[in-house]
């Protein structure tokens, strides 16, 4: 999929301060805006290439690095996705990213499809984080 | 964490511009020759008024050009026709009235406009841009949890209408621009 498969992509961030969760939307360019798609056509190919159904995420199990799992957003420990995925209107921020890296909980991707579906994107800042500090 | 309105001299701009009648106004009333000349009256008027213009329609070529586009949800919203109203009353007829006859009005009525861009700035109120309306803009204000989002657009909101994709002017003021293919469909 290109970019121009999706009506819009947007970039944002989660921060937990004093805890206390918050999304914000980051303003950003067509070429982030591609790099997000390139990621998710990367998940979606990786994540149809392991082999096997589709199986029900357990927090007491163990799993492999790579595995096909699914998991119902009505958990308590998935209540900032949650909150996430069924909140309107995200504030637009132009946060100092840099100065803000030990609060960042994760990164979004939403993309709106053409047929006015969505999918958001979440991952984990280690790399984000690793990428930003290396600029500093 | 703090909330900032981004785009500081996009929004001063906006500010700027949505106060051009009032220096139209101030223009046809004139200034005493004594204080200054009606030629540079006019031409400090006519800066004041296609300099901001100028600005803002860079910033939607910028946004344009960058894909600056947001997904606003317009589930709840309402039309911002009272502020027009507000604006009128508050604003350009008070202002207007006052005659600039020494330079004590003079810097009275600069005084003034200098208050109401403060309070108008502090109350992110740098929407009204006559101008756009003139080009049948439209003001609404989105129901957001967090922060006031307005959308300037020429199109109708119903209440079929759930999502509206608008380029970005400034963190909170939107605008579908004419003729851009959105795809909201």
């Known amino acids: 999929m290109t970019i121009n498969d999706f009506r819009n992509v947007e970039f944002g961030v989660c921060f937990r301060v004093d805890d206390e969760v918050c999304h914000y939307k980051i303003p950003v360019d067509s070429s982030v805006k591609e790099a997000l798609v390139e ?29 096909k799992l699914r998991i119902n957003l009505n958990q308590d420990y998935l209540a900032s996705i949650n909150n996430l995925y069924h909140h309107q209107n995200i504030p637009v921020n132009n946060i100092d990213l840099p100065n803000n890296l030990k609060h960042t ?12 579906s969505k999918t958001i994107g979440v991952k984990r800042p280690n790399q984000f984080k690793a990428l930003l500090e290396k600029r500093l | ?93 008070p202002l207007y009235s006052v005659a600039v006859s020494g330079k004590r009005d003079l810097y009275g009525i600069l005084g003034a406009i200098f208050f109401v861009i403060f309070i108008l700035w502090n109350l992110n109120m740098h929407f009204i841009n006559v101008l756009f309306a003139f080009s049948g803009y439209k003001v609404y204000t989105l129901t957001s949890n967090n922060a006031v ?6 199109q109708h909101i119903n209440a079929d209408t759930k999502n509206i994709i608008a380029h970005r002017l400034s963190n909170s003021v939107y605008i579908e621009i004419k003729n851009y293919q959105y795809d909201n469909k």
């Not at chain 1, 909980?105 to 006015?116: I, K």
């Not at chain 2, 701009?13 to 223009?27: R, T, Y």
Request: charged share 20%.
């Open chain 2, 149 to 154: 989002i307005l959308l300037s657009t020429r």
């Open chain 2, 1 to 93: 964490m703090k909330h900032t309105e981004g785009l500081p001299f996009i929004k001063f701009m906006m500010l700027i511009s949505s106060l051009c009648p009032l220096f139209i106004l101030v223009g046809i009333r004139g200034i005493d020759e004594k204080i200054i000349a009606e030629k540079y009256v006019w031409y400090i008027i006519v800066t004041l008024i296609v300099i901001p213009f100028v600005s803002i329609l860079i910033r939607i070529k910028v946004a344009k050009r960058n894909r600056d586009l947001f997904t606003l949800n317009t589930s709840e919203t309402s039309l911002n026709k009272e502020y027009l109203f507000a604006y009128l009353l508050t604003v350009l007829l």
């Open chain 1, 39 to 67: 990621m998710r056509n990367t998940f979606t190919d990786l994540y149809d290439a392991i082999d096997g159904d589709v199986c029900e995420f357990e927090v007491s199990e163990k799993y492999s690095s790579s595995e």
């Open chain 1, 105 to 116: 909980e994760y990164y979004f991707a939403e993309f709106l499809h053409n047929n006015g």
